[in-house]
């Protein structure tokens, strides 16, 4: 299983300059691609139903190119679920601390060429 940083979720009870409002999450995100270290900015509403481990503790980020396989055996926090279009995420804790795995679905243009059937 191959792992490939992300992100840095930081946690903050403070509206940072550049949050977006994910409403159905009831979060608050700064886009982790305005800065080149994948700094985000998380800020949670009242009634989020996100784990308290990960409202209170930072938690990285991993690309993993099959999100059930890098599941399997981990102690899972956060179900698979889609926060916006594209991307599949979870989450899990290792070491005491909140993982986050992304795997984002291929593009038509990503794909591999097929090969042609042998005759």
């Given at each position: 299983?191959?792992?490939?940083?992300?992100?840095?979720?930081?946690?903050?009870?403070?509206?940072?300059?550049?949050?977006?409002?994910?409403?159905?999450?009831?979060?608050?995100?700064?886009?982790?691609?305005?800065?080149?270290f994948g700094i985000q900015w998380m800020k949670y509403e009242r009634g989020c139903r996100v784990p308290e481990l990960v409202r209170k503790v930072p938690h990285v980020a991993f690309e993993v190119e099959d999100l059930r396989e890098a599941l399997r055996g981990k102690k899972v926090i956060i179900e698979p679920n889609s926060p916006s279009q594209g991307v599949v995420v979870a989450f899990i804790e290792e070491a005491g601390a909140p993982i986050e795995f992304l795997q984002f679905k291929k593009r038509s243009w990503d794909a591999k060429p097929r090969r042609k059937a042998a005759r």
């Open positions: 299983m191959k792992y490939k940083y992300h992100h840095i979720g930081i946690p903050t009870e403070k509206k940072v300059e550049g949050m977006v409002h994910i409403k159905h999450l009831k979060i608050y995100a700064t886009d982790h691609e305005s800065n080149p």
